[in-house]
């Protein structure tokens, strides 16, 4: 198949690749000339583990292509999948200018006389309803009664977590595909035809509902994870004690894996779409008040952890925060919980130096530029190299990931907040 990808993020870029390592032709569309042509150029616009690899091999076996316009693009393509930004609105909501600009771009495209509809299938995280509201009208506003013979309309979510995000991609945990009338769509089970997972074909509302579950989950697990921990904190109990006797019971609490108390939780997904998920209940009229607390819970933690860190510390004592993006081997600063420590360090006046190495200043672009200047507009000069880091004199050392992103550095200096002990 031919397939065009509009938006080159962290899942735009990366479904570009895994999509062409399965030999398809795939272009990808982005607004950012920059990023086009860094990817023309064979470079990755994101950190991610395998994805620099599968752009080489894209671009030599001519597979992979990637332009600012959508022009003449979509006239032998077989599926167009949008994988735009949706960031949090003034009122908490999803903000769907991105969404609402692609969908006109491919609705403008789309002419008279194709052989068979084009399927256009969205994967950015939307609130319930926006295919059938949003999305279906402003195709039918330009296409009129031929919509529905250009155009199939499918809602897709993606379960790629980042550092992970080639390997979920090839080993998903399931498959959601959203159709009008909740029944199998040919292209999309081409598209699939070599993942082996679960398929639910449901209606839109069902799919598109998925995503603010399963992201609202993970946060409710980290923030009443996290609040026990600070329990914990308070009357000297052991927390790691605890998780241990937690989660040994597999039948009734379901995973570890977002259980254990420690950090913050942070990044594109979760914040924002608990915020959407709050306006939702909201205008539904639901009082969902442990999802109403989340993100008061996660700012309380952020502090907590704020407090942990320099307990101790003289005024203005040199301190080493290694590990900036909310997870390690990506450079995602989006509301990474590690950004508004360093911020929060800084603005009571400690000297404090940053190693990431996944994270290159020079390198970032988009909202992940503008959300770590407005909060840390000195990045480029507390960014260190691990030789720096290692030989540097620290009055503490604050590792905010489990690893210590691999830093030989005396153990008697470090503070681990990745987990409440």
């Known amino acids: 198949m031919k397939i065009a990808i509009f938006g080159l993020g962290y899942v735009g870029f990366t479904a570009l690749c895994c999509i062409a390592q399965e030999g398809h032709r795939v272009v990808g569309i982005d607004v950012n000339p920059d990023k086009v042509a860094a990817i023309l150029a064979g470079t990755a616009p994101i950190k991610e583990p395998g994805v ?36 949090s609105g003034a009122d908490g909501g999803h903000d769907m200018r991105y969404i609402i600009d692609v969908t006109r771009q491919i609705a403008g495209e789309l002419k008279p006389g194709r052989a068979q509809p084009l399927t256009v299938a969205f994967r950015s995280t939307i609130r319930p309803g926006t295919l059938d509201e949003l999305i279906h009208p402003i195709f039918r506003s330009r296409l009129g009664d031929a919509t529905d013979d250009l155009v199939e309309l499918v809602y897709n979510p993606e379960f790629l977590r980042e550092a992970t995000a080639v390997h979920d991609y090839f080993h998903p945990p399931k498959i959601v595909v959203g159709t009008r009338d909740g029944q199998p769509s040919a292209t999309m089970d081409a598209l699939h035809a070599n993942l082996d997972a679960p398929v639910f074909y449901v209606g839109f509302r069902e799919s598109e509902i998925t995503k603010f579950v399963d992201n609202t989950w993970h946060a409710v697990k980290v923030a009443y994870a996290n609040e026990i921990g600070r329990v914990c904190m308070a009357l000297g109990i052991s927390a790691s004690k605890m998780h241990e006797i937690f989660v040994s019971d597999t039948k009734l609490n379901i995973s570890s894996y977002y259980t254990r108390p420690g950090g913050a939780f942070g990044g594109s997904c979760l914040p924002k779409d608990v915020r959407a998920l709050q306006r939702i209940a909201a205008d539904s009229g639901a009082n969902t008040y442990l999802v109403d607390s989340l993100l008061r819970s996660n700012e309380a933690h952020k502090y907590a952890m704020f407090r942990a860190a320099i307990d101790g510390l003289a005024p203005g004592a040199k301190v080493l925060v290694a590990g900036l993006a909310f997870k390690a081997k990506t450079d995602d600063l989006r509301e990474s919980p590690n950004v508004d420590l360093v911020r929060m360090m800084l603005a009571a006046g400690y000297d404090v130096l940053v190693y990431d190495p996944a994270v290159d200043a020079t390198q970032l672009v988009g909202a992940n530029l503008g959300y770590v200047y407005t909060r840390i507009p000195r990045l480029e000069a507390l960014l260190i190299s691990a030789e720096a880091a290692e030989a540097g004199d620290f009055d503490r050392i604050i590792l905010t990931n489990a690893t210590g992103l691999g830093l030989r550095v005396p153990p008697e200096k470090c503070l681990d907040i990745a987990t409440i002990k």
Request: hydrophobic fraction near 45%; glycine fraction near 12%; charge should be negative.
């Open 52 to 87: 620099d690899a599968m752009l080489v091999k894209g671009l030599a076996d001519g597979l992979i292509h990637a332009t600012s316009s959508p022009v003449g693009e979509l006239d032998d393509c077989d599926l167009a999948i949008v994988c735009v930004g949706t960031p």
